[in-house]
């Protein structure tokens, strides 16, 4: 079923699954709250892409495809080296 749900634990990690697509919220793990909160959420598309959504308010997500922020990341760094 494409929109069946399944959820498991790899490592303690919580994973879904859903439609084909793997999910994972990304936590602060330097919080203090019992339960930290959620930055983002990863997923991994069927075909093996893998983005970030940002939640910006309760009505409005961003997608963001990893390599575009790791690119930027990546630049950042470049620049300090000089």
């Given at each position: ?55 910006l ?14 690119y ?10 000089k």
């Amino acid at each position: 079923m494409p929109n069946e749900k399944v959820t498991f634990d790899l490592a303690n990690i919580k994973f879904v699954i859903l439609g084909g697509k793997m999910k994972r919220s990304i936590r602060n793990i330097n919080s203090l709250e019992q339960v930290p909160e959620r930055l983002f959420d990863i997923m991994v598309n069927s075909d093996g892409d893998i983005v970030a959504e940002f939640k910006l308010s309760k009505s409005k997500k961003v997608v963001v495809p990893w390599n575009e922020i790791v690119y930027q990341i990546e630049s950042m760094k470049r620049q300090q080296i000089k």
